[in-house]
């Protein structure tokens, strides 16, 4: 089955450092959403994309985060400066052309821990 | 804003019962859709609901799009060791926004 491929798996950084993950949404997939999931809130959509243009970033923080889409086969987020606040789950999911009710599908994460 | 109410918040059964939980809403929407999310891995789709009173089947797991388009259940029959995880339901509204339900864990009594 074609998953989402997210990197990297793990990264463990110092508060201060830029962090960068990377997602390879499925082939013919057109959207792009990148989730953080926390214990204390859950899963919190951060941004998404359709056809690589970001239709909804209001979940993310703007003085530090920011997602782009470079290429189709390629999402990024990125955390400059890291905070220990930012320590969670990052997940990407991608969903395919539609009328808007196709579900998405999950990559397994980034488990970011900034110390 | 929209709530996405799920229920229970956490069940603890033994091996072979059947499951069952729920989500309901404080507004319409148009789908319904549940996931499971294994420790160290994303949620992946179960079942994916489109019209009000659908009842769909996956292997053990059904789940329903209440008619009223506000609510759904995910019934698990006869649960086995490796049905432990957590359960998200997710419902999209009409504007396509997909809100999410806090989940619900399963953990199977030894």
């Known amino acids: 089955d074609a998953r989402v491929t997210q990197t990297p798996r793990h990264k463990v950084t110092e508060m201060g450092q830029e962090v960068t993950m990377r997602c390879q949404p499925i082939?013919?997939?057109?959207?792009v959403f990148w989730y953080r999931q926390t214990m204390m809130q859950g899963l919190e959509l951060l941004a998404y994309?359709?056809?690589?243009?970001?239709?909804?970033d209001s979940g993310m923080p703007k003085d530090r985060f920011s997602a782009e889409m470079p290429d189709a086969t390629l999402a990024t987020l990125k955390i400059q400066p890291s905070e220990p606040r930012d320590s969670a789950v990052y997940f990407c999911?991608?969903?395919?052309?539609?009328?808007?009710?196709?579900?998405?599908?999950f990559g397994d994460g980034t488990r970011l821990s900034i110390l | 804003g929209q709530q996405l109410n799920q229920s229970p918040q956490s069940m603890f059964i033994q091996e072979g019962e059947d499951v069952s939980m729920n989500c309901t809403s404080s507004?319409?929407?148009?789908?319904w859709l549940w996931y499971k999310q294994d420790p160290g891995e994303g949620p992946v789709l179960l079942i994916a609901?489109?019209?009000a009173g659908e009842l769909t089947s996956n292997g053990r797991l059904t789940a329903q799009f209440g008619i009223t388009r506000k609510d759904s259940f995910l019934n698990i029959s006869a649960s086995i060791p490796s049905d432990v995880g957590i359960y998200f339901c997710?419902?999209?509204?009409?504007?396509?926004?997909?809100?999410w339900g806090a989940g619900t864990k399963l953990i199977i009594k030894p």
């Open positions: 999911a991608s969903g395919p052309p539609g009328v808007g009710n196709q579900p998405q599908h």
């Open positions: 507004s319409i929407f148009n789908t």
């Open positions: 997710a419902g999209r509204d009409s504007n396509y926004q997909l809100i």
């Open positions: 609901l489109y019209k």
């Open positions: 994309f359709r056809n690589r243009a970001p239709l909804d």
């Open positions: 082939l013919g997939h057109n959207t």
